[in-house]
């Protein structure tokens, strides 16, 4: 399991993001924006995209916050 993803019900056991069944909520009014701009140095760039940070995909966590 990914570190970080024990207790997530939107991780999976590999801690990539997924689809949970929200259909016994009660509905609720929400709206959301989001935007990133990325730089920095480019080792940390690459290991970014190659999936190997200590603390986890990062890309999972963005796409749930």
Do not use: N, Y
């Amino acid at each position: 399991m990914a570190p970080g993803a024990e207790g997530f019900a939107h991780l999976d056991g590999s801690g990539k993001a997924r689809m949970v069944d929200v259909s016994a909520k009660s509905p609720t009014r929400r709206t959301a924006a989001a935007s990133a701009c990325l730089s920095g140095p480019e080792a940390v760039i690459d290991r970014l995209f190659a999936g190997g940070l200590p603390k986890g995909d990062a890309f999972a966590v963005s796409r749930i916050a």
